[in-house]
């Protein structure tokens, strides 16, 4: 029996609400009927839940007590494909239905009905009388180019009262207006002023432009090294998107990176587009979400929850460093953007284009196989070409205690400053040094809730755990033995080699670009925007640095510890690395200027470093593609880690005993269970951690064997259980 197209008032409808309910309620649709999908506030006991109706009530209750719909919110219902997709990604991720549809309605008001509220732009007249809190107002504004927000907004990214900004009102500096409270995006034009495309990207911009047109759900691998033109190349398919009336998505892996993205993207179709990740303001959320559900918004920019908004017609999803590990969501729902991209377009019908300089192991094997659709790009655009790649072997270099820039690349740095360009000295660790030592008595310094050791951050005087955030300031004595002052810094951090650079490189103007130093991401972005202009002599930079920014002066790549991700037991910590240092070294020459890459290591002879240097992927892939089939990992086997926590380790080790011995319905599909074992971080935040992995051959029902392995346990008391399908980290 298909599903009625309507429901009038009083039949009764199955309604999946956002509470951790394990099953449908029953409502009786209210006056008026609604249609299936619809947004709805239903009761459950004493409160007014958000719902949504997924089909015909079940009946098998007692009708007189069933209540009604409270009302229908005035949104587009959920379309069948939403539904379908987010039961599809449920029972993927084994997530139960509630929190997927929290997931997709993370927008608040969203039963609000339209009205008018006051917005606040800047105004013609300047004030009589300049303060603090006036300038910073009147700077937001001019920052924000036009943009006009809520008095409450203003006031709150300004840090002034509302009455400052109500001052500025009477004098004419910022002007008050009454606006609708959700505005539609302004249109894109697909035909304003695309580049001229060089004779490959053509090649590869038409092929994707046929794609778009066969309305047909397909995916295809965008491979080519950084500044090969993959932006200029997809935002074609973007285009042809919008000329056949259908919406598209870009996911980016760094809100940082937005920013650059949408100037580009305003360039090339003449306005900017929607807007979605953590650092929009709810007003703009809330708008972006009821406009993308009303077709309002042809393109939307966002971090990697934007899959779940509700599209009308979406054609297009790109995932632009596709193989970024921040596509993989690793706390809530544990879900990988560009798996879940994959899974709505094929419910939808639409294309998804996977851009990347170094793919994953996972897409390369798709595209391998045939399943993905490969095109790639081969050389820079212009007259830039690939950088120099040459290890610097540490074991060769005098280095003097406590230093880590090297002789050879101190000269390096010296000879790029003489000719006036940049250079880069790239770190993958945040904070001053990684470990606080007691030179009496050896204690490291640890957090007191986790298995982890403090990271000494200089720029904010304190010592924080990088688990759990947790701070506490550099005491002046060891914790342990009581001596004083004998608490030493090991190691480097980038905050530690920029004082080193300091000293090595006296006239040098340095910039340091890491996450933790900014208060926000304008802040951050204002800071790249400098260098890109040639404000900085040296950059020194972590993993920030490697996605996308574009800084043309740039010619040379230090990297201080080549060796470091190589160090780690994890599953893909060869390809980590060897993507890593290959974006890193991207980023050097992408103007005229020729660029080089030298990476600094220990041990030049190690295989993946060998590959790096050579640049020869398709031998790396190969060689890395054929030690996982071997082992049977991903994307050869399948993985799933089970991850249990409590405040004592006994029963929690004591409940993965006993699921490691009632293992029969993963037996019964050929899987293998390992484990328990304490994790790797043995405690976060006071709670004990214990993990489980299951290895399973490729094509079998993993995901149901494991709903049934785990369905007959309860949990007691405080010990709590989560399921990692495919997991990327083993935290
Ligand atoms: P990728 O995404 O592969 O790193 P981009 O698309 O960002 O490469 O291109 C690198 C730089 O070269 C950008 O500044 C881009 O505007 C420029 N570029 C690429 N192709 C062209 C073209 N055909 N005409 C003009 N500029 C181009
Ligand atoms: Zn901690």
Redesign the pocket.
Known sequence: MSDPEFFDHGELVAVLTTQPLDRLLDYKAPEGGCFPGAFVEVPLGPRKVLGVVWGPGRGDFDRAKIRSVIRVLDVAPMREEMRAFLGRAADYTLTPMPAMLRLATRAPGLGDPPSMRKIYRLGDCAPDRMTDARARVLELLRDFGGLAFTLKELAEMAGVTSSVIKGLVKQGAVREEDSPRDLPFPQLDPDLCG????ED?TAAADTLRAAMRSDSYGTTLLK????????????EAVAEALRLGKQALVLLPEIALTAEFLT?VEARFGARPAEWHSGATMTERRRVWRMVGQGDAQLVVGARSALFLPFRHLGLIIV?EEHDTSYKQEDGVLYNARDMAVLRAAICGSQVIL?S?TPSLESWANAEAGKYDRLE?TA???A?VLPEMKAIDMRAEQMQAGTWISPTLRRAVLDRMEKGEQALLFINRRGYAPVTLCRACGQQIGCDHCDARMVEHRFLKRLMCHQCGETKPVPETCPSCGAEGRLAPVGPGIERLAEEAGAAFPDANIAVLSSDMFGSARALKAKIEEIAEGEADIIIGTQLVAK?H?FPKLTLVGVIDADLGLQGSDLRAAERTFQLMRQVA?RAG?AERPGQALLQTFQPEHPVIRAILSGDEIGFWKAEAAERQVAGVPPYGRMAGIILSGPEVGPVFDLGNAMARNDAPLRQIGAQVFGPAPAPIARIRGRHRVRLLIKAPKGVPLQEAIARWIAPLRLKGDLRLSVDIDPQSFY
């Open positions: 580049k001229d495309l060089t990207q080519g090294v950084t500044g090969s033109g993959k932006t200029e190349v997809y935002l580009r632009d851009a300089a790009l820079r655009f212009g830039a996308g574009n991207g992408r």
